[in-house]
C-alpha cells in the first residue's frame, strides 16, 4: 500500500528594492516568516545613506548618524542579532554660533547665560521644549503650520535668533509649507535624550553602522535570502488587472508576485508607469530636499561640541556636526551639510568647492584652524535627504500597500513625523514586511 503524497506549500517569492537599512529589514522580517526573498542593490554595497567610505584612511560613514534614547526598534534588531554591546552611550555638548560668536548651548545653564534673548523669550522657549516632549499624538500639529507653531511660542525675536536660519538655510523656498508636527517630533526625540536637564546623552555603534549592516547580511544570507549589488531593477512589471508581474533587471523579466519598494519614492513611480494615476500623482507630489555632505578628517578638534547650531549670515550651513566628540575615533571628523533643491544651481557644484568652503567656516568657528589640519576631506551628495513634509502630510502620504495587487511601497517620507534614523528605517522595513505577509 502506497502512501499518500502530502502537498508541500510553496514559499511565496518576494523581491525586495533597496539595501539600505528599511530594505535589509523588510527582507530579514519575511525569511523569518518562512519566504523566499531576492534583495536588489543598484549600488556596490548595501547600507544605502548609511553605508562608508575611506576617509584618509579612517572607515567612516558619507553621513553622519546617532542614536537617540526613543530608538527602541534600532535596540531590538541590535539585541536579536547579538550585538548590543557595540551600542554606547556618550555625554555630550552642544554649541550655538550667533553673529560671529560661539556659545554653549543645550541647558539651563547655557541658555540663561545667552545675551541675545529677553528673559521671557527664554522661559518661552524652555517652555515651548518641555511641553513638545510630552506629545504624544501628533495629528493636531500635523494640520498646523510650523513657523507660525514656533512664534507663538518663542515670539519673533526668539524666532529668529534660534529657527529663521535653519529653515531658511534647509528648505529655501519649501520654509513657509512645513507642517509644526514634523519639528516637534525632532524637539521631542532629542529632548528625551537627556540625562537630565542639564546633559544631554547620545549613543553610537562602536565600529559604525557597519556592524549593524555585516551582522544583518550574514543573518538574511544564512537563511537562504539572496543579496543582488549592482542589480536596480529598470520597471516593475504590472500586468492585466493591476497584477505585479515581475521586475525588468537588466534587461531580464524576472517574475515575482510581490515586489516591495524600498527606495525612493520619485524613483518608484518612473520605475512604475502601469500605476493608476491617482496613486502615480500622489506619489509625485511628495518633495524632497538633497544635501551635499562636506566630511573632514582633521589633526585637531574644532570645538568640543557634537552639535553645533549656526546663525551667522557669512556661514551658508544650518550647523556643523563634530562626530568624534561623539564617538572617540582616531582622529577629529566633522560633518558640514548643505541643503538645497537639487534644482539649486550651487548642487552640481565639485566636491572640492564645497570642502573649500568649509574651510573658511571652521576657521570662524575656531581661529586657530589652518588648512595642514586637514589630513583628507571629500564631499557626498544624495538628492533625497529630507522631505518636505507640509501641513496634513498623513492625508498627503502614498499607503504603503498599492492598487497594484501585490507591491508594496514605502521611502523615508513614510517615517512622519518621526526623525530620520536607522531605527525609524528598520521600523517601516518590520511594517512593510508584515503588510506584505498579511501578519
Known amino acids: ?51 562608508s567610505t575611506e576617509l584618509g584612511g579612517l572607515k ?33 555638548k552642544m554649541g550655538f554660533y550667533f553673529e560671529g560668536k560661539l556659545y554653549d548651548w543645550g541647558n539651563p545653564l547655557a541658555l ?10 527664554k522661559l518661552r522657549y524652555g517652555l515651548h521644549v518641555f511641553h513638545t516632549k510630552g506629545i504624544s499624538d501628533w495629528r493636531a500639529l500635523d494640520r498646523e503650520a510650523c513657523i507660525p507653531w514656533l512664534r507663538k511660542w518663542v515670539g519673533d525675536r526668539g524666532y529668529d535668533v534660534l529657527w529663521r536660519s535653519l529653515f531658511e538655510l534647509k528648505f529655501h523656498e519649501y ?8 519639528l516637534g517630533t525632532r524637539i521631542k526625540r532629542v529632548a528625551l535624550s537627556r540625562k537630565s536637564l542639564s546633559q544631554e546623552r547620545l549613543g553610537y555603534i562602536e565600529g559604525g553602522s557597519d556592524v549593524l549592516l555585516d551582522a544583518i547580511e550574514a543573518r538574511i544570507r544564512g537563511m537562504g535570502g539572496r543579496i543582488f549589488l549592482k542589480a536596480g531593477a529598470e520597471k516593475i512589471d504590472i500586468g492585466p488587472g493591476e497584477q505585479v508581474r515581475g521586475i525588468l533587471v537588466g534587461g531580464e523579466l524576472r517574475p515575482y508576485e510581490t515586489v516591495i519598494s524600498t527606495i525612493p519614492l520619485p524613483y518608484l513611480v518612473r520605475m512604475a508607469p502601469e500605476l493608476p494615476l491617482d496613486e502615480r500623482a500622489k506619489i509625485a507630489g511628495i ?53 538645497m533643491p537639487v534644482t539649486h544651481a550651487k548642487y552640481r557644484e565639485p566636491a572640492p568647492a564645497f570642502v573649500h568652503e568649509v574651510k573658511g567656516y571652521l576657521k570662524k568657528l575656531n581661529p586657530k584652524f589652518r588648512d595642514d589640519w586637514v589630513l583628507a576631506a571629500n564631499a557626498f551628495r544624495y538628492e533625497f535627504a529630507q522631505t518636505v513634509c507640509t501641513p496634513n502630510f498623513f492625508e498627503k502620504l502614498p499607503p504603503m500597500r498599492s492598487k497594484a495587487r501585490g507591491l508594496f511601497l514605502a521611502d523615508t517620507s513614510h517615517y512622519y513625523p518621526e526623525d530620520r534614523s536607522i531605527s525609524e528605517s528598520m521600523r517601516i522595513g518590520r511594517r512593510l514586511a508584515n503588510l506584505a505577509s498579511g501578519s
Open 1 to 51: 500500500m502506497s502512501a499518500t503524497p502530502v502537498a508541500v506549500e510553496a514559499k511565496r517569492h518576494a523581491a525586495v528594492l533597496g539595501a539600505g537599512p528599511m530594505g535589509l529589514a523588510t527582507t530579514y522580517e519575511l525569511l523569518k516568516k518562512g519566504w523566499a526573498v531576492d534583495l536588489y542593490e543598484r549600488d556596490e554595497r548595501i547600507g544605502g545613506m548609511s553605508a
Open 60 to 92: 567612516i560613514e558619507r553621513y553622519y548618524h546617532f542614536v537617540c534614547a526613543p530608538d527602541h526598534t534600532l535596540f531590538e534588531y541590535l539585541r536579536e542579532l547579538g550585538i548590543e554591546q557595540h551600542l554606547k552611550w556618550v555625554e555630550t
Open 112 to 121: 540663561l547665560r545667552f545675551p541675545e534673548l529677553d528673559p521671557l523669550t
Open 175 to 182: 520654509q513657509d509649507r512645513l507642517s509644526a508636527a514634523w
Open 287 to 339: 518633495l524632497n530636499i538633497g544635501v551635499v555632505c562636506a566630511v573632514f578628517k582633521l589633526a585637531h578638534p574644532i570645538t568640543r561640541n557634537f552639535w553645533t547650531n549656526i546663525n551667522d549670515p557669512g556661514i551658508a550651513i544650518p550647523g556643523l556636526i563634530e562626530y568624534s566628540n561623539l564617538n572617540p575615533l582616531p582622529a577629529t571628523v566633522v560633518y558640514a551639510p548643505f541643503y
